[in-house]
């Protein structure tokens, strides 16, 4: 059990090194520019599209990578 923590950390380590090398896309997206439109799923089962909030309220984006999962 030991050595298959050792080896997922160890594996957590080498993608987070490698991740620091690639770069983010280009965009022509300036600061205070109008996000583009997206759609995402929601966590009730269907979408949500950006342009569903647009002038009705705020909205923020939060991306949290292998949360709420059982890993």
Request: aromatic fraction near 12%.
């Amino acid at each position: 059990m030991r050595f298959l923590q050792f080896a997922v950390a160890g594996a957590v380590f080498a993608v987070n090194l490698l991740a620091q090398g690639i770069q983010p896309p280009h965009t022509q997206l300036k600061e205070g520019d109008m996000a583009p439109d997206f759609t995402l799923p929601s966590t009730a089962g269907g979408k949500v599209t950006l342009a569903d909030f647009r002038g009705k309220a705020n909205v923020v984006l939060a991306f949290f990578p292998a949360a709420f999962t059982g890993g």
